[in-house]
């Protein structure tokens, strides 16, 4: 079993940044990615970022340049930093993980009920 708790959302203006924090206890595994997605009023959920152990990352293109994942394994932590929000960044965020996959196989999928463990998300609104 795997606990992970999202932190860090909030409201912003459009242009601003925003660093989400997702703290994860618990069985963890050496061959282990995590990601994050993110679930909009509708609830179409989008795959965003994804990190794998050997430290490879992989961006849907809606956030290419402007989102950057990191972990902290010391901490258990894994991290979003969005710059130049903008409006249709709008949804739940969730943090997300599994084991077994490279950070480019993960990232269409991690957004599937399938997919290993997710946290309860945190929310973020960017206004005009």
């Known amino acids: 079993q795997l606990l992970l708790v999202e932190s860090g959302g909030g409201s912003v203006q459009a242009g601003e940044s925003l660093t989400l924090s997702c703290a994860f206890s618990g069985n963890q595994y050496s061959d282990y990615v995590m990601g994050w997605f993110r679930q909009d009023s509708r609830n179409k959920r989008e795959g965003l970022a994804t990190?794998?152990?050997?430290?490879?990352?992989s961006y849907a293109d809606s956030v290419e340049g402007r989102f950057t994942i990191s972990i902290d394994v010391a901490k258990n932590i894994l991290y979003l930093h969005m710059t130049d929000l903008n409006p249709d960044d709008t949804a739940l965020y969730r943090c997300a993980a599994s084991w077994g996959l490279s950070a480019g196989q993960a990232l269409g999928n991690i957004a599937r009920l399938d997919f290993g463990y997710w946290g309860q998300g945190t929310q973020v609104t960017v206004s005009s």
């Open positions: 990190i794998d152990s050997a430290g490879s990352t």
